[in-house]
């Protein structure tokens, strides 16, 4: 695993971005895994910056994201649809019906899951997946619990991470109890890693994470079996 400790979150967001844009340069029609949360703003605005700037061209990438709220339609302002689209989408040269955000008001979830994973099944796996990591040590929203669940899943949010994202909502009861996450096995599958955490209050989850042993009940754990992680903290 490599380790990159950055004092500032603009440091983390230059450096995540730049592994991004040296992928995409060198692989256009790269498939990449995109990750939501207020971790990935600025890497998503320093993309935009450099593709305006052209630096680095998304006309033939191809993204997939890690989740969605379940009941929430793509141009609800708080789901990760509207985020990606609002954050990044909006503002690169990358075709719209090349990216992909899991359904959150799907008529039927079995089929978008099974669905969402013979996508990324079809696309060959993600070239490198953009992570977070939660406070209870969730990636995407694969939430701890007795074994790690492989495919694209429903799941019941935590109420830590219920708390934990209010603040994006006027109210803890407005966000949504359940998600559709994108399982470990397709995480598993990325040639790259990039998980991005920033200020004190991760500093714990990243240490058990890739310092203690791996175990469903801290899903980011599992990462330490992947062959090529990066993880870009920043102290502040
Ligand atoms: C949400 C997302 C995760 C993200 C996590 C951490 O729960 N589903 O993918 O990693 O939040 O978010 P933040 O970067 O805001 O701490």
Known sequence: MNFIKVKTYEELSQKGAAM???????????????????????????????????????????????????GLKGDHPQSYRYFMQ???????????????????????????????????????GTDLQLLGIGLDGHIGFNEPADHFEKATHVVDLHPSTIEANARFFNSADEVPKQAVTMGMLSIMRAKKILLI??????????????NGPITPMLPASLLQLHPDVTVIYSEQ
């Not at 320093?46 to 969605?68: C, I, M, R």
């Not at 690169?92 to 089929?111: F, L, Q, W």
């Open 86 to 124: 609002e954050n990044l989408f909006n503002h690169v040269n990358i075709r719209p019906e090349a990216t992909h955000v899991p359904n959150g008001c799907a008529e039927d979830y079995a089929k978008e899951c099974e669905g969402y994973d013979a996508l990324v099944e079809s696309l060959g």
């Open 197 to 210: 955490a920033n200020g004190p209050a991760k500093k714990e989850v990243l240490e058990k994470a890739f």
């Open 20 to 70: 991004i844009a040296a992928l995409v340069v060198n692989k256009p029609k790269a498939v990449l895994g995109l990750a939501t949360g207020s971790s990935p703003v600025g890497i998503y605005k320093n993309l935009a910056a450099w593709n305006k700037a052209g630096y680095v061209d998304f006309s033939e990438v191809t993204s997939v994201n890690l989740d969605e709220y379940l």
